[in-house]
């Protein structure tokens, strides 16, 4: 009787076990084979990696990264921007250039204030219209990184000894030339915040 009683409990078992499997193997494998994509550091089916950006995978900067190029369409200047020097004479010469990013101060896109200077009479006058500037106007800085494009905000005249070179948390670009034109008893200072940033991954 009990033998009896025994062999039908493991029939039934087995034929509950059978069933248990149909039903949930599929899932059961498709579990374990999604487990062995992630541990093997590969990504789900019908999921695309999208590639790191260059800031991603490089980190802030620890420099002004160059090549870098100013472009104001609304005053028709496009020019390269070269690193200034803590040395009084070899920043004049590279003034004598183009516009200059001002040693120490913030790297284009990144919090802080990043400055640049340029002769607005003298030399190549890449900030001679930079008078004409409105709220709102765009400005693009591209560097190695891609493109950086900042909106103007104030645009006003300063005392040549007031510092225009303080730290920001936010990312703030600054655009400085002599004022008024030919003279330099002011400065002529353009204050702009950062709107958008295309990384070189995305660039045409």
Not at 40 to 45: T, Y
Not at 72 to 87: H, N
Request: some cysteine.
């Amino acid at each position: 009787m009990n033998k009896g009683r025994s062999h039908w409990i493991a029939v039934a078992a087995s034929v509950a076990l059978v069933a248990a499997l149909a039903i949930g193997g599929p899932f059961l494998y498709d579990h374990l084979r999604r487990s062995s994509a992630r541990t093997e550091g590969g990504e789900e089916p019908g999921t695309a990696s999208k590639p790191l950006t260059h800031d991603e995978l490089l980190g802030p900067p620890l420099s002004f990264e160059t090549p870098a190029y100013i472009r104001i369409p609304s005053i028709g200047v496009e020019e390269e921007v070269r690193e200034g020097s803590d040395d009084e004479e070899e920043l004049y010469r590279i003034l004598a250039e183009g516009p200059v990013h001002l040693p120490h101060t913030g790297y284009p896109g990144w919090p802080g204030n990043c400055v640049i200077s340029g002769h607005r009479t003298t030399k190549t006058r890449p900030f001679n219209r930079l008078d004409e500037l409105k709220p709102g106007d765009a400005v693009f800085i591209q560097n190695p990184r891609g493109i950086y494009e900042y909106r103007v905000r104030e645009v006003r005249y300063i005392d040549p000894a007031e510092n225009v070179t303080l730290w920001t948390e936010e990312p703030v670009l600054t655009l400085t030339t002599c004022a008024p034109e030919g003279q330099a008893t002011l400065r002529l200072v353009v204050r702009a915040s950062l709107e958008d940033f295309t990384p070189v991954e995305e660039m045409e």
